[in-house]
Structures are given as structure tokens and as C-alpha cells.
């Protein structure tokens, strides 16, 4: 995946414990690049700062939502009828806007030499506190 820049279109993954608050923390990212073949996301939910947000947040319920979030980013039989949507189909039933507990920013676009590196970089730069 070296070589000329790819061009990636990204959408941060949020946690929105009270929907109706309107309150968020970022949890991880989607990165979708189809000129490198790649569809990927990953996640650093901040537990002390959800808590923060909602003392009363169900973690694990959070947790089941954001892993079955990567099933369907990973794609297959295990993710269901979108899991066997293509790659890009995939991302953008995603990153569609929601009113539920785990939504998305817009996608924004990007470009980098090395399109497998984007996922830490996004979260180390959009998700962490402090980068790993």
C-alpha cells in the first residue's frame, strides 16, 4: 500500500449514552480506502470519560454495539445480510446519520502513503486523550 498517496474517506465513531442530550465522546473511526482495498475501523472506548458523561451508561451494552460495529466493518456471513454488501456499501450504511447510541461524524477525506496506518493515526489523533 506504498507509493503514490491514496485517497480515504474517514467518519469518527461515536458514543452518545443519552441520545437525547446530544452528548458525545469519539470511541473510534472507520476508514474506508478503495484504492488500497481497504475497509477498516478501530476503537479506544475511554470508559472514565463516558462515565464522566453518564455515570448511568451500560459499558457492556456499549461495548456489545461498537463489536458488532466491527463485524459489519469486517464484513461476512457473521455480520449479517451488510456483511455481504460490498466494502464501500458497507461504509456507507455505517456512516449513515442515526439517532441511536453509536453514531458517526460526517465523512471527511484524506490522503496518506501508507492507507493501513491510517486507522491508529485517527484514533491517536481524534480519539485518545493522550496517543498510545
Not at 463489536?67 to 461476512?76: K, Q, T, V
Not at 445480510?81 to 442515526?98: D, H, K, M, N, S
Amino acid at each position: 500500500m506504498s507509493g503514490a498517496p491514496h485517497t480515504y474517506d474517514y467518519a469518527i465513531v461515536r458514543v452518545v449514552p443519552r441520545v437525547e442530550r446530544g452528548e458525545f465522546i469519539n470511541a473510534g473511526v472507520i476508514v474506508s480506502c478503495p484504492g488500497a482495498k481497504l475497509l477498516a475501523c478501530g476503537f479506544d472506548l475511554d470508559e472514565v470519560r463516558l462515565a464522566a458523561l453518564d455515570p448511568t451508561a451500560d459499558i457492556e451494552a456499549i461495548r456489545k454495539h461498537l463489536e458488532a460495529f466491527e463485524r459489519i466493518c469486517n464484513g461476512g456471513a457473521d455480520a449479517g445480510p451488510i456483511g455481504e454488501l460490498p466494502a464501500r456499501q458497507r461504509f456507507y450504511w455505517l456512516t449513515a446519520p442515526r439517532s441511536s447510541i453509536i453514531q458517526t461524524s460526517p465523512a471527511h477525506t484524506g490522503r496518506a502513503r501508507e492507507a493501513g496506518d491510517v486507522v491508529e493515526r485517527l484514533l491517536d489523533t481524534m480519539v485518545r486523550v493522550r496517543p498510545r
